[in-house]
């Protein structure tokens, strides 16, 4: 058994879209970012590639690389599944938190999870939201921010 944590920002502006667990949210703004900015994704591939020794994202894509602009956070977790499985890992469960002011994640939750649960083949994914009481970068409206923790069995 191994244990992964991740974490991951993104600024808002208005004019971008906001994609979170590879599922678009209405919203006033959106992520600023060189991949699609799915902090979320970006997050739980962080928590399975530490699990793993793997390193982290930045170091398997960086934003340096112009093939990974506007990249799709979905390609970056089926290729981070399949770093670990190539290392003789499988998921077990991840859990996870945004943060964000607004809108309400409530309506969206579930058809993330259900998004997410698909692409890892593990229906054990928790998604929780939470503002931060209208304080600092994520409750002024500035920003996003995602933690995921995991559970790898090897
Ligand atoms: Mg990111």
Redesign the pocket.
Do not use: I
């Given at each position: 058994m191994r244990i992964g944590f991740g974490y991951?920002v993104?600024r808002l502006e208005e004019g971008h879209d906001l994609i979170l667990g590879g599922v678009p949210v209405p919203s006033e703004k959106g992520t600023l970012?060189h991949s699609d900015?799915d902090?979320l994704i970006?997050a739980i591939c962080d928590a399975i590639l530490g699990a793993a020794g793997l390193g982290d994202i930045g170091h398997h894509f960086p934003d340096t690389d112009p093939a990974n602009k506007n990249l799709d956070s979905v390609k970056i977790l089926q290729h981070t599944l399949k770093l670990i499985h190539d290392a003789g890992y499988r998921v077990i469960n991840i859990d996870t938190t945004i943060c964000l002011q607004k809108p309400k994640l409530a309506p969206h939750i579930e058809e993330m999870k259900q998004q997410l649960s698909r692409i890892i083949q593990n229906d054990a994914v928790s998604i929780k939201a939470t503002t931060t009481e209208k304080m600092g970068f994520v409750g002024e409206g500035r920003g996003i921010s995602a933690y995921a923790a995991v559970l790898l069995e090897g």
């Open positions: 991951d993104h970012a900015g902090v970006h």
